[in-house]
């Protein structure tokens, strides 16, 4: 029985060697593999055993490459190291997770990698450092929101902004939660009040004492303008800074060609880009109160030209902002 059991755990043993201690620069031979599984595991075992069972593994679709007389790696794996890389780098600069939970998730994604890949995110051990959120109830404000909107029902929360006063901080809200999405770093939930005919945004990691309600919530195509649903990607990109207010067609004056860089950065491929008379313009469509800090961001290099009302607000902005620094 033992002998049987042991059989069944060596092709465990021989892929778990292989994605640990093999890649593309680190190939192990058949001795390597059995040196391993005596160092790691205790069993002994045959170089005609660990080269049927990587054969098996090899039928059953595990992306194992051999290269003659100089051993075999693990090829393809759940995720690539470019995509780990990438995902770990968001987990980094994210500000919506504390550094301890930005530490975990890159520890269990690297771990998708061999020993020697994992090196190259040595640094993740720095993620206290960055300033970010201290909220340790991130995912699980997550999870009971995801809740909510599944079952169709209202939450309420306290929402816990720094400095502001204690009895703004105890205020409770009730609202009916539609969708989350992630931007620039941060998780929003988009929502709405049942006295208002409107879409809001709360930061995620400000929320505390969630609770899922009784009450059914709000539909979102109750909502004016939202009659159809909501397009998730066209809402992003309307609303750069996750303002809840109303939607503007304007039209930017752009200083130079390099600018046109920041505008598809932020407005995306729907910004409609063109050139007259040796001067670049853009059409775009977005939040106004977006607009309006976007448009103060790149002051030295954009001027609304459309619409009036939301110049008319920048240039009152902008005269507080000057007898400031008179």
């Not at 780990?84 to 500000?95: E, G, R, T």
């Amino acid at each position: 029985m033992a002998i049987d059991t042991n059989k069944k755990l060596l092709i465990i043993y021989i892929y778990e060697i292989l994605k640990e201690y093999s890649d593309e620069n680190h190939l192990l031979t058949q001795k390597d593999i059995i040196n391993l599984i005596k160092q790691i595991y205790d069993m002994d075992c045959e170089r005609k055993s660990v080269g049927n069972n990587i054969d098996f593994l090899i039928d059953l679709g595990f992306d194992i490459i051999k290269v003659p007389h100089k051993g075999c790696y693990l090829g393809e794996r759940v995720l690539e190291p470019s995509e780990v890389s990438f995902i770990i780098d968001s987990l980094f600069s994210s500000k919506s997770i504390s550094g301890k939970q930005a530490k975990e998730l890159s520890t269990k994604l690297s771990n998708l990698l061999s020993k020697y890949q994992r090196k190259r995110y040595n640094y993740i051990y720095k993620a206290e450092q960055v300033n970010r959120t201290n909220n340790k109830e991130l995912f699980y404000n997550i999870e009971i929101i995801q809740e909510a909107i599944e079952k169709n029902k209202k939450i309420s929360f306290n929402y816990v902004r720094p400095h502001y006063s204690e009895e703004n901080t105890l205020k409770t809200y009730v609202i009916n939660p539609y969708f989350l999405i992630n931007s620039q770093g941060r998780y929003y939930l988009v929502c709405n009040f049942d006295y208002y005919d409107e879409i809001a945004n709360y930061k995620v990691d400000f929320i505390k004492n969630i609770k899922i309600l009784n009450n059914e919530q709000k539909p979102l195509n109750n909502l004016k303008g939202y009659e159809n649903g909501i397009d998730i990607s066209k809402y992003i990109n309307e609303h750069v800074y996750l303002f809840g207010d109303k939607i503007v067609n304007a039209t930017l004056k752009l200083s130079d060609e390099n600018v046109l860089t920041y505008v598809v950065e932020w407005f995306g491929e729907n910004a409609k880009i063109y050139k007259k008379e040796n001067t670049f313009f853009a059409d775009i469509t977005s939040s106004e109160k977006a607009l309006i800090y976007w448009c103060l961001q790149y002051g030295e290099s954009v001027e609304l030209l459309f619409p009036k009302q939301t110049r008319d607000k920048i240039k009152s902005i902008l005269d507080k902002v000057n007898k400031k620094y008179d």
